[in-house]
């Protein structure tokens, strides 16, 4: 396996003293043929930075979404367009694409075609001559619907409690061995207070990062969703718990020290008040990560499965330092 870690690092350089304001980033996965919807779609954007990613099929387009948050996929060809159709079925059955939304184009498609593309999930479809200011307005409005869909957590773009609790059912129901990790941060709330919420977003955003590359790199198989907060749920094959989570750890270690001021960082604690309201000291941030391992149909529903996480949660959170800890009980 690659050093995670190191690639990582790579990409988090320590904190700016002084955060100059960026453009939004748009990031569009496409496949086209006979037709350049990324110079249509870049002249939409223009101000904002906008990288496109482009694919030939399912395996890449999941592979491209794994490793970036894209904003759309964009489908356009002359072509019988049949192909498209079966790839847009692929991704609106698969859960973590699902919340993905997809837009196609073609100038002359037969009207089968248009209902096939909408029966199996497609946002918007465009067709006949290209039409650049409609185009436009239909493009930013599938984005703007799919910005604001709640079962998208709005800081990571990762799925949210009901995709969530959809993914883990349907484990379930296939019979499969897997485990669901819990993870969340130690002593978050000191931090967001002491450096304020938009410090604290961007370990938010930086946890995901790290949690959703890491499970990805080790099983493309796996899911990710970001619960709420500093609380993330990863769905793996249970036997990767041990690589899959040690290596989350290690990274987080490596890299959040540098989310602290060179002073803090120094000292290896901050000083603000506790949730007592008294003045407390709080180390670096840490990671705790509860792994509960259904076996063998062991929970009959996520209620089950969900309740012995919170518990092994709060025993975990209890050890000093990042750490993880797979429950060995097989039930209540």
């Given at each position: ?20 304001p960026r453009s ?183 946890t995901a990062r ?55 960082r120094d000292r ?65």
């Open positions: 396996m690659p050093n995670i870690e190191s690639t990582i690092l790579e990409n988090w350089p320590g904190p700016q003293t002084t955060e100059s939004p980033v748009y990031h569009f996965a496409v496949k086209q043929e006979g037709v350049n919807l990324d110079f249509h779609i870049a002249q939409f954007f223009k101000g904002a930075e906008v990288a496109f990613h482009f694919f030939n099929d399912f395996e890449e387009l999941l592979l491209t979404c794994q490793r970036h948050e894209i904003d759309a996929v964009i489908i356009g060809g002359r072509g019988d367009f049949l192909p498209e159709v079966e790839l847009i079925r692929l991704v609106k059955q698969n859960v973590f694409l699902s919340i993905i939304p997809v837009l196609m184009y073609h100038p002359e498609p037969d009207d089968a075609i248009i209902v096939a593309a909408y029966e199996n999930g497609v946002e918007d479809f465009l067709y006949g001559p290209w039409r650049e200011r409609l185009a436009q307005v239909r493009v930013r409005r599938t984005l703007d619907r799919n910005r604001r869909d709640i079962a998208v957590n709005p800081s990571t773009h990762l799925p949210g409690p009901n995709l969530i609790e959809k993914e883990i059912a349907r484990q379930m129901e296939l019979g499969e061995q897997f485990a669901v990790c819990y993870a969340d941060l130690d002593n978050f709330k000191a931090f967001n207070d002491y450096y304020g919420y938009a410090r604290g977003d961007k370990v938010i955003r930086l790290i949690i959703k590359d890491i499970v990805f790199d080790v099983c493309r198989e796996g899911f990710v969703g970001h619960i709420a907060g500093d609380d993330f749920i990863f769905v793996i094959p249970s036997g990767e718990v041990d690589t899959i989570c040690g290596n989350i750890l290690s990274t987080f270690d490596s890299i959040v020290v540098y989310q602290y001021e060179q002073e803090d290896g604690f901050i000083v603000t008040e506790s949730r007592r309201g008294e003045r407390e000291q709080f180390p670096i941030l840490s990671m705790s990560i509860a792994v509960v391992i259904n076996r063998n149909g062991t929970f009959e529903h996520v209620g089950e499965l969900s309740r012995m996480l919170a518990d092994l949660k709060k025993y975990t959170k209890m050890k000093d330092g990042s750490n993880y800890m797979v429950e060995r009980r097989s039930k209540y």
